[in-house]
């Protein structure tokens, strides 16, 4: 596979971490991030496929819709979040099930473009 180098910002803690699994695993930075980054991906991507399910979405957007809501089952569940952490959580879910959304109407289209 071809490489590109590339610049990126990265948290100091976040980098700190890194190095550390990079001496012990005797591995270099950039084959760290580029593993790490491979299964964020493939974990992202699949998350995304599962909510590309009408179903699914219906789900999280009801959940995640409501900040109350959000908060009783963070709460339920015996976590403790800041109202604007669960601010971020909605966003974040409600922007996954846009992407999946889009996601499946463009496997959509391009399967009737195939016929």
Known sequence: MRKERTTISIDSEILGRIDALCSVRGE?????????????????EE??????????????????GSPKVLGVLVKALGQSMSAEEIAA???????????????????????????
């Open 28 to 44: 270099s930075r950039s084959s760290m991030i580029e593993r790490v980054m491979i299964y964020a991906l493939e974990d992202y």
């Open 89 to 115: 959580l909605r966003d974040r879910n409600l922007t996954d099930a846009d992407v999946a959304e889009q996601r499946r109407k463009e496997k959509k289209a391009a399967k009737r473009k195939k016929r």
């Open 47 to 64: 998350h995304l496929k599962a909510l590309e399910n009408p179903l699914t979405q219906r789900i999280v957007r009801a959940v995640t």
